[in-house]
């Protein structure tokens, strides 16, 4: 089974909206992160949270991390057309550099 | 720096016939990562490097896949012989810490 799981699996909203995605693991970790990946493109690194650090903000991206419930989310503040796209949460195993995917989450903003 | 390049970004080729797919990471990146993508089983780590040197291969689906990564700027992605169900996109990547920096993928279709 998959370290991270997101929720929900597809989000469809209007321009203009928020968009919040969560996301649960298993083990403990050391670092959460998250992706975004276009239509037919490669997964682009957003943002990394550290297990000790309870929330993280870059430009309209605002990721919260609790590790007592094993969970993050990722939200998208006045969404637009552009965003659209999958997002992943990844975490990172014991040893190197290896991180877990989860399914993603699948949004769409409506312009 | 131009990324993460794959080639080829597409293949088309025949059941049983033998498939190598190509990767140059970043430079000065350490480790190096190969993974699958489909609809049904999401991202999958098939293997990775540190180094040059396979960490772990665990992810390899069997026998017929096979990854080599002879100097610091070049790894590839084996399949022979090739099979209707390995047809996924193909994605390296490479990281220095723990961001990973994905290529644009090679889409493989095995008829």
């Known amino acids: 089974s998959q370290q991270g799981e997101e929720d929900p699996q597809a989000l469809s909203i209007q321009e203009g909206e928020n968009a919040t995605m969560n996301c649960s693991y298993k083990t403990s970790i050391n670092n959460l992160q998250w992706y975004r990946q276009n239509s037919g493109r490669g997964l682009v690194h957003l943002i990394l949270?550290?297990?000790?650090?309870r929330e993280k903000h870059s430009g309209r991206l605002r990721v919260t991390l609790d590790t007592s419930k094993k969970s993050s989310s990722l939200l998208i503040t006045a969404s637009r057309a552009a965003d659209t796209a999958s997002y992943f949460c990844a975490t990172d195993e014991n040893a190197g550099n290896m991180l877990t995917f989860g399914g993603g989450t699948r949004l769409m903003v409506k312009p | 720096d131009a990324g993460v390049i794959q080639s080829p970004r597409h293949e088309v080729t025949e059941m049983g016939q033998e498939v190598t797919l190509r990767c140059k990471p970043i430079?000065?990146?350490?480790?190096l990562f190969w993974y699958r993508q489909t609809m049904m089983r999401g991202l999958e780590l098939l293997i990775y490097f540190n180094n040059n040197v396979p960490i772990d291969d665990s992810g390899m689906p069997e026998d017929r896949f096979s990854a080599k990564m002879p100097n610091a700027s070049f790894s590839t992605l084996k399949i022979q012989p090739s099979e209707p169900r390995d047809s996924a996109v193909y994605f390296c990547?490479?990281?220095?810490?723990?961001?990973?920096?994905f290529g644009p993928g090679t889409r493989l279709l095995v008829l």
């Open positions: 949270i550290r297990s000790n650090e």
């Open positions: 430079s000065g990146h350490d480790y």
């Open positions: 990547a490479s990281s220095l810490r723990q961001t990973q920096y």
